[in-house]
């Protein structure tokens, strides 16, 4: 099936530092969504976009709608231990079923103190 | 109030036994998910249930049977599962309109089978 290319894999950054990751798709998305998962929870919805060019903030998280409508970026400034955790972005294929998200294959951010 | 909650929060299981899952939501949501998600992956799509009629089935095995009694509530029943079958067990809900995307996940059920 569809698949999102999400970067970086992995990050260990400094407390205080900003975090950015993307995700890209081959193909045109009418969502993006991203969600933040701690170990043994569930995914948790951070921001969600519906419209190409839209940037959107909650918080210390800032996160826009490709204009080509197939990418996504996801910024944290000034990071705090808390943020610790694994990020997914997801998005509807404007091809695909009304409830078929696709996932990105996460960016474990790590954040030393 | 975006809460859905799963019960129980861990659970162990021999490959004989039956067992359920359960889920609920009061946001009025009209569809609600069922995922598979191993470590390090993300989730995995099994079941959408749509105004309460199972709508997607991803090709899940029979040893996993899903029930919506009502519009609130979501059920995986369990039976003869592998121990492949270890995994976070993730419920989902969402509106069904322009928005239907925004899934909102529970907490998760961690299942062990021995």
Redesign the interface.
Same mark, same amino acid.
């Given at each position: 099936g569809q698949q999102l290319n999400q970067s970086p894999q992995s990050m260990f950054i400094q407390e205080g530092e900003d975090v950015s990751m993307n995700c890209t798709s081959s193909s045109i998305f009418?969502?993006w969504?991203w @969600?933040k998962q701690d170990p $043994?929870?569930?995914?948790?919805?951070l921001i969600?976009l @519906?419209k190409a060019g839209e940037l959107t903030s909650n918080g210390r998280l800032t996160a826009q709608f490709g204009i080509t409508r197939k990418d996504s970026f996801l910024n944290i400034s000034a990071s705090i231990p808390s943020d610790v955790g694994?990020y997914?972005c997801? $998005?509807?294929d404007s091809g695909a $079923?009304? @409830?078929?998200?696709t996932?990105?294959?996460?960016t474990k951010l790590s954040v030393i103190p | 109030d #975006?809460e859905?909650t799963?019960t129980p929060k861990h659970l162990v299981m021999g490959m004989t036994n039956k067992k359920s899952l359960k889920c609920e939501q009061h946001m009025g949501h009209r /569809?609600m998910?069922w995922y598979k998600q191993k470590a390090?992956?993300?989730?995995e799509?099994m079941f959408?249930y &749509?105004y309460e009629k199972l &709508?997607?089935n991803e090709s899940v095995p029979s040893r996993f049977s899903p029930e919506c009694p009502n519009s609130s509530l979501l059920n995986l029943h369990l039976h003869a599962l592998q121990p492949e079958d270890s995994a976070?067990y993730?419920c /989902?809900s969402?509106q069904e309109d %322009?928005? &239907?995307? #925004?899934?909102?996940?529970?907490?998760?059920t %961690?299942l062990l089978v021995l």
């Open positions: 009418n969502t969504l @969600y $043994g929870e569930g995914p948790v919805l969600a @519906y694994i997914f997801a $998005g509807r $079923g009304s @409830y078929q998200l996932f990105g294959k996460g | #975006t859905v799963q /569809a998910y390090k992956k993300p989730p799509l959408v &749509s &709508s997607i976070l993730l /989902a969402s %322009r928005g &239907s995307e #925004t899934q909102y996940f529970g907490p998760g %961690r």
